[in-house]
């Protein structure tokens, strides 16, 4: 019996998931821990898992290398990944073996090698891009689970204001992309409750930003109908209801934290970003250009804790080098946002969008990276795979034979209604 190679390709895109969920789900684990002061370094299995994933996502590019992409996109994140992985090269101590000289470059070029595959799936039949937005369920799922068992036996609800707990954050974007609406609930569902239940107002308000920017682009522009506006109201009143209900839940610690936001600076966060911004102001000139290498706020802050604002760790960490990659990737982000959207625009006037998708996956990586970190943590990597995927060049149109492409200049030439 012969078997199709679509059929292959989803069984292969299937180990992938899985493989993928195990690595973020330790990830958080070994973050949780690392915080804790219960283990030091990554371990041996999750060094193992990177390099699955590594090897599996570079399979998948090299067996499709045609459609490789040559974007603004992936030469920021190029330059900025490179640079990050020789600073952490450099700051590899003498006696480190030479697993640690295999396995540190990985974790950032993981990055942007799920970029590139994530560009690839864009390209992939329908069938198949379909299979990996809801497969990425399964990924979600599994770090669900392990996050449950962690929270299970941390038991101390008010005090363990897990941060890793963003990570289920990043796995949603490719989850919305789904054609079915039950896939993207369920996994709406799944990172509310992972939220809520570790107390993260950060995550609760990226998520809240990037739900509205998702309905303001579908609804409003996407629709171009006053509908739209009222499915905002509706939109947020439904998750006033939705916090009401998962507050009461927690009895009440949630709205207290939030009440709290004004005296405790965001958990001291006006305090570390002052703090880092001294530091950066006292750098000498080689220092402001190259860098003081990977974690260098965590390691020279009085405060001993990172600058909590990726903008701010990333100049003061690798400099202006590292500095203007970052800034020029969020600024072809956004470009890629309003490119996408005025295609669609003029293209699409019904059928599944990719721009509110677009929009709904910057303002979680812009949110965070203002009151968080996402360049120096694990999900990073997501990050890549979500914007490598909804990156493309060429929009499909919907007809009733088949799908037809659009070039870019053919959608140009469209007179807007």
């Not at 703090?275 to 390691?299: K, R």
């Given at each position: 019996m012969k078997i199709k190679k679509t059929t292959l390709e989803k069984v292969y895109l299937l180990i992938f998931l899985i493989v993928l969920g195990m690595l973020m789900g330790l990830h958080m684990l070994n973050l949780e821990h690392d915080s804790m002061n219960e283990m030091q370094g990554d371990s041996l299995i999750l060094k193992l898992l990177t390099g699955a994933t590594f090897l599996l996502a570079g399979g998948y590019v090299l067996h499709n290398v045609r459609v490789w992409t040559n974007t603004k996109i992936a030469r920021y994140f190029l330059w900025l990944c490179l640079y990050m992985m020789c600073w952490r090269m450099i700051d590899l101590p003498f006696t480190a073996g030479m697993l640690s000289y295999i396995y540190q470059p990985m974790r950032d070029l993981l990055v942007l090698l799920l970029f590139f595959m994530?560009?690839?799936?864009?390209?992939?039949?329908?069938?198949?891009?379909?299979?990996?937005?809801?497969?990425?369920?399964?990924?979600?799922?599994?770090?669900?689970?392990?996050?449950?068992?962690?929270?299970?036996?941390?038991?101390?609800?008010?005090?363990?204001?897990?941060?890793?707990?963003?990570m289920?954050?990043?796995?949603?974007?490719?989850?919305?992309?789904?054609?079915?609406k039950w896939v993207r609930y369920v996994g709406?569902?799944?990172?509310?409750?992972?939220?809520?239940?570790?107390?993260?107002?950060?995550?609760?308000?990226?998520?809240?930003?990037?739900?509205?920017?998702?309905?303001?682009c579908k609804e409003v522009i996407m629709k171009r109908s006053m509908k739209g506006i009222a499915y905002l109201v509706m939109g947020?009143?439904?998750?006033?209801?939705?916090?009401?209900?998962?507050?009461?839940?927690v009895d009440g610690i949630l709205s207290q934290r939030l009440m709290n936001i004004s005296d405790d600076g965001g958990s001291g966060r006006t305090e570390v970003w002052a703090?880092?911004?001294?530091?950066?102001?006292?750098?000498?000139?080689?220092?402001?250009?190259?860098?003081?290498?990977?974690?260098?706020?965590?390691?020279d802050s009085p405060l001993g804790l990172s600058a909590h604002n990726d903008f701010l760790e990333v100049l003061y960490d690798y400099g202006v080098v590292g500095f203007v990659p970052y800034v020029?990737?969020?600024?072809?982000?956004?470009?890629?946002?309003?490119?996408?959207?005025?295609?669609?625009?003029?293209?699409?006037?019904?059928?599944?969008?990719?721009?509110?998708?677009?929009?709904?996956?910057?303002?979680?990586?812009?949110?965070?990276?203002?009151i968080s970190h996402v360049v120096i943590y694990p999900w990073m990597s997501l990050v890549g795979l979500n914007f490598g995927l909804l990156y493309?060049?060429?929009?499909?149109?919907?007809?009733?034979?088949?799908?037809?492409?659009?070039?870019?200049e053919h959608l140009a030439s469209i007179p807007q209604q």
């Open positions: 994530g560009a690839v799936l864009s390209d992939r039949p329908k069938p198949v891009r379909e299979f990996f937005c809801m497969g990425m369920l399964l990924p979600m799922l599994i770090v669900f689970g392990l996050f449950l068992q962690n929270w299970q036996y941390l038991n101390q609800v008010d005090e363990a204001h897990m941060g890793s707990a963003y289920i954050l990043f796995f949603l974007p490719c989850v919305m992309l789904s054609p079915q709406i569902v799944l990172v509310v409750i992972q939220l809520v239940l570790s107390l993260k107002r950060g995550g609760l308000v990226a998520l809240g930003i990037g739900c509205f920017a998702y309905l303001l947020v009143i439904l998750m006033g209801v939705v916090f009401m209900i998962a507050d009461n839940a703090t880092t911004i001294d530091m950066i102001t006292n750098s000498d000139l080689q220092a402001w250009i190259f860098g003081h290498g990977t974690n260098g706020v965590l390691y020029l990737l969020h600024l072809a982000l956004v470009g890629q946002i309003f490119a996408c959207a005025r295609s669609e625009y003029l293209s699409l006037p019904q059928g599944q969008y990719r721009a509110p998708v677009m929009a709904f996956a910057y303002a979680i990586f812009f949110v965070l990276s203002m493309k060049r060429s929009i499909p149109i919907p007809t009733k034979s088949s799908d037809e492409v659009v070039s870019s």
